[in-house]
Nanobody, 121 residues
Framework: QVHLVESGGGLVQTGGSLRLSCAVS????????MGWDRQRPGKQRELVAS???????TYADSVRGRFTISIDKAQNTVYLQMNSLKPEDTAVYYC???????????????WGQGSRVTVSS
């Protein structure tokens, strides 16, 4: 069974930085891609950034140049480095993983528990 455990959320002032981490526990899987979504107050959930197992990245326009997603495949952990934070980045951030079972090739999708990020003005 696969679990995603997030850490690193918190309260920061405008212009500050935070780093979110998401570790995938379990065995027998391959990481195809991982990403971070967020849900801002009163808004729909939106994709923030994603990264493939090969390292290709995508970013939402609103965070490009300020956020960096990276993956440590040896640790099965994805990171989201968030710099120059703005009040509009306040949200609950969710990690997600697109996985495949190594033996059956069955696709699996897993989500983290959510990390609250609050940016004060």
């Amino acid at each position: 069974q696969v679990h995603l455990v997030e850490s690193g959320g918190g309260l920061v002032q405008t212009g500050g930085s935070l780093r979110l981490s998401c570790a995938v526990s379990g065995s027998g899987f391959r990481i195809n891609a991982m990403g971070w979504d967020r849900q801002r107050p009163g808004k729909q959930r939106e994709l923030v950034a994603s990264i493939t197992g090969g390292g290709a990245t995508t970013y939402a326009d609103s965070v490009r140049g300020r956020f960096t997603i990276s993956i440590d495949k040896a640790q099965n952990t994805v990171y989201l480095q968030m710099n120059s934070l703005k009040p509009e980045d306040t949200a609950v951030y969710y990690c997600d993983a697109d996985l495949s079972d190594i033996s059956s090739a069955q696709a699996m999708d897993a989500w983290g528990q959510g990390s609250r990020v609050t940016v004060s003005s």
